[in-house]
């Protein structure tokens, strides 16, 4: 009788551990998964015009943390113009940088020796 005691209460303790491992292992997949969910999410609301990403912060908890993330997290853009003509070249740059629905808290310019660095900041 002590031993089907003992045998059925090792058997429990592994089945027990068993479960354990299996809710660990389901538990880091669904975490990953929701990594993954949270990553696909963010690239979707950043390609979002301004009025429908602020009503995408209403969604749910986690679709407002992902646009908290996008808007505390400081954007650099850069845009290259091979434009031979400053005011076109520079035009061009600004359009392809702030043409995202999110701006850029920060922009880089490059302008060739061929110009002015007065007149292009002149310019922006």
């Known amino acids: 009788m002590a031993e089907a005691e003992?045998?059925?209460?090792?058997?429990?303790?592994?089945?027990?551990?068993?479960?354990?491992?299996r809710m660990t292992k389901t538990h880091r997949t669904t975490r990953r998964f929701d990594e993954i969910n949270a990553d696909l999410l963010q690239n979707i609301l950043e390609r979002l015009p301004v009025p429908s990403f602020a009503s995408a912060t209403c969604v749910s908890k986690l679709w407002n943390r992902v646009c908290n993330r996008i808007l505390s997290r400081p954007k650099l853009a850069s845009a290259l113009s091979l434009n031979p003509s400053l005011h076109m070249a520079v035009e061009e740059v600004f359009d392809k940088v702030l043409s995202k629905p999110i701006r850029p808290h920060?922009?880089?310019?490059?302008?060739g020796s061929g110009f002015s660095l007065i007149d292009a900041f002149r310019l922006v």
């Open 106 to 111: 920060f922009a880089l310019a490059s302008i």
């Open 6 to 21: 003992t045998s059925s209460s090792s058997s429990s303790s592994s089945s027990s551990s068993l479960s354990k491992l």
